[in-house]
């Protein structure tokens, strides 16, 4: 049996979560889009993605989490978000992920804006604006 999912989350208030307040990853997650949320007070991230080949994250809010945005062995386009006042860092990126940042403002993160490990490729495009972290 093979699992195959995927998800379209849209124009959400999501909350306070004990771990990730949004988390996906997997085989056929690729097709995953998450747009226009206020994702915030999550005890964990955000939004975590792990082992997800292409998928979008474009005009979230996304505040106060421990950490915005934790992306592991993933390909996500992260575009046109608000990454504001975490506890630790903005964007992280894991395990060889190849995300493509694109007009994101990430800013009052308590560690780094853009913190890039193991073996990752980032690629900044246009607008990116990163700073006060």
């Known amino acids: 049996m093979q699992e195959e999912a995927s998800a379209h989350i849209e124009d959400n208030i999501i909350t306070g979560n004990f771990l990730a307040n949004i988390a996906f990853g ?3 997650s690729e097709n995953t889009i998450i747009v ?20 979008i994250i474009s ?10 945005i934790v992306v592991a062995t993933a390909i996500p386009i992260i575009s046109k ?12 990126a894991l395990l060889r ?13 308590r560690g780094v804006g853009l913190f890039v490990r193991d073996r990752c490729i980032v690629k900044l495009e246009g607008g990116n604006i990163i700073k006060k972290n």
């Open 36 to 55: 226009n949320n206020v994702i915030k007070h999550g005890c964990l991230e955000g939004i975590f993605v792990v082992e997800s080949g292409q998928c």
């Open 59 to 68: 005009r979230n809010r996304i505040e106060e989490n421990l950490d915005g």
């Open 97 to 109: 992920s190849e995300p493509l940042l694109q007009n994101n403002i990430i800013k009052f993160n």
């Open 26 to 28: 997997g085989l056929f």
């Open 81 to 92: 978000n608000t990454i504001l006042r975490n506890k630790s860092n903005g964007i992280v």
